[in-house]
T-cell receptor, first 116, second 113 residues
Framework: GAVVSQHPSRVICKSGTSVKIECRSL??????MFWYRQFPKKSLMLMAT?????????EQGVEKDKFLINHASLTLSTLTVTSAHPEDSSFYIC????????????FGPGTRLTVL | DAKTTQPNSMESNEEEPVHLPCNHS???????IHWYRQLPSQGPEYVIH???SNVNNRMASLAIAEDRKSSTLILHRATLRDAAVYYC??????????????FGTGTRLTIIP
């Protein structure tokens, strides 16, 4: 099966710092990757769609200057949470869709961000 | 996006079949029915998807009503590892490039040993 990894798996940072989360498709090429956020006991909320070589498409209410997304290659997308605050503490999950065929998305294991 | 309605939670005994229902009365002709599940502290995992006909794979079966307004995910023999939140999601295939998945609240399945 297709494997998607995320790094780091968990991170604790001080308020005001920036945190970068990487999402990699390990054994397939992904033109499109997605970033989700999930608060405790809640469902996943799509933040943005990341397309290789172009600007990300953000969902309504998601600040693009705060959540910087870069999709520089067919196997890597990064999410940078800039000037993080305690309310940004959440479980961040990425998913990737294959370049060709098949309808399913493959999800990473998630990154738990805690902002002190 | 067409919405789905699922029970908040269900329980099932281990080694018995589980039927997880999903209502999607406003489904359009181009909506695929997808099921994903999320184990605790992990990212979601694809389970199965279908359009009109019933589908089977190694994980589960998907039974789709004739009018497509509801579907049922069937786990034939539940194990403790099947305890998860199960999400029923509609994906519009008519808009090429619109690959977004909109997650609802899902059904939290508890397996009783």
């Amino acid at each position: 099966g297709a494997v998607v990894s995320q790094h780091p798996s968990r991170v604790i940072c001080k308020s005001g710092t920036s945190v970068k989360i990487e999402c990699r498709s390990l054994d397939f090429q992904a033109t499109t990757m997605f970033w989700y956020r999930q608060f405790p006991k809640k469902s996943l909320m799509l933040m943005a769609t990341s397309n290789e070589g172009s600007k990300a498409t953000y969902e309504q209410g998601v600040e693009k200057d705060k959540f910087l997304i870069n999709h520089a290659s067919l196997t890597l997308s990064t999410l940078t949470v800039t000037s993080a605050h305690p309310e940004d503490s959440s479980f961040y999950i990425c998913s990737a869709k294959r370049l060709a065929g098949r309808n399913e998305q493959f999800f990473g294991p998630g990154t738990r961000l805690t902002v002190l | 996006d067409a919405k789905t309605t699922q029970p908040n939670s269900m329980e099932s005994n281990e080694e018995e079949p589980v039927h997880l229902p999903c209502n999607h009365s406003t489904i359009s002709g181009t909506d695929y029915i997808h099921w994903y599940r999320q184990l605790p502290s992990q990212g979601p995992e694809y389970v199965i998807h279908g359009l009109t006909s019933n589908v089977n794979n190694r994980m589960a079966s998907l039974a789709i009503a004739e009018d497509r307004k509801s579907s049922t995910l069937i786990l034939h023999r539940a194990t403790l590892r099947d305890a998860a939140v199960y999400y029923c999601i509609l994906r519009d295939a008519s808009n090429f490039g619109n690959e977004k998945l909109t997650f609802g609240t899902g059904t939290r399945l508890t397996i009783i040993p």
